[in-house]
């Protein structure tokens, strides 16, 4: 599985990372909020890995949750912007385009 993310992304999620609500070895997590036919939504979340879940390397020496049974989370790209509206936005180009996230 594969999981891209921008460089201000990587900055927010080590500040989140780095934050009292991760301690205990927990992880960023991407997760789908809503499915919708042939797209998702998307969500990140702080959490433990589970059973089925895969530790995604990324470039920015994050490593990201996923659960291996949802092919939806396969591809996505975390991006954070701070204009026209700050928060993230996570898609997933590989699956129609037409995954979109909330942002935060």
């Not at 993310?5 to 934050?19: H, P, Y």
């Not at 990324?58 to 949802?70: P, Y």
Request: aromatic share 6%.
């Amino acid at each position: 599985m594969n999981v891209k993310i921008n460089r201000n992304a990587a900055k927010v999620l080590n500040t989140i990372l780095a934050s009292k609500e991760a301690e205990g070895g927990k992880m960023i997590r991407v997760v789908i909020s809503h499915m919708h036919g042939d797209h998702a939504h998307y969500d990140i979340e702080l959490d433990t890995p589970k059973e089925h879940d895969e530790i995604v390397k990324t470039d920015k020496d994050i490593d990201i949750l996923l659960d291996s049974r949802e092919e939806f989370l396969d591809g996505v790209w975390i991006k954070y912007f701070y204009v026209p509206q700050e928060g993230f936005e996570i898609t997933n180009p590989s699956k129609d385009g037409n995954a979109h996230s909330h942002n935060h």
